[in-house]
């Protein structure tokens, strides 16, 4: 099993950058893919970004491609959320997640309490 601690958070202008982070603590990081979900409120959790084991793959949703990038190190058992160019629609808490495969996927196992980021316009 894996615990995720995401941090990062907070209030931003529009256009500014944030960088989240999810620290893993438990089973090996690197037996996991991960993921960023977010909610705002009143609306379903959506899909954000999405890393494979390795590293090699990413995904995004549309909302966010060419904004947004999703990495690892698997030596700090940390996965990160670089934002740039946020937009008040960014505005949610997000979350992350693991997935106990080497590739993302639908189903997620494993999340975070998640962390909340605010832009304002």
């Known amino acids: 099993q894996v615990q995720l601690v995401e941090s990062g958070g907070g209030l931003v202008q529009a256009g500014g950058s944030l960088r989240l982070s999810c620290a893993a603590s438990g089973r090996p990081f690197s037996d996991y893919s991960m993921a960023w979900f977010r909610q705002a409120p009143g609306k379903e959790r959506q899909f954000v970004a999405a890393i494979s084991r390795s590293g090699v793959t990413t995904a995004y949703a549309d909302s966010v491609k060419g904004r947004f990038t999703i990495s690892r190190d698997n030596a700090k058992s940390t996965v990160y959320l670089q934002m740039s160019n946020l937009k008040p629609e960014d505005t949610a808490r997000y979350y992350c997640?693991?997935?106990?495969?080497?590739?993302?996927?639908?189903?997620?196992?494993?999340w975070g309490q998640g962390t909340q980021v605010t832009v304002s316009s």
């Open positions: 997640a693991a997935r106990l495969a080497p590739m993302p996927g639908a189903t997620y196992s494993y």
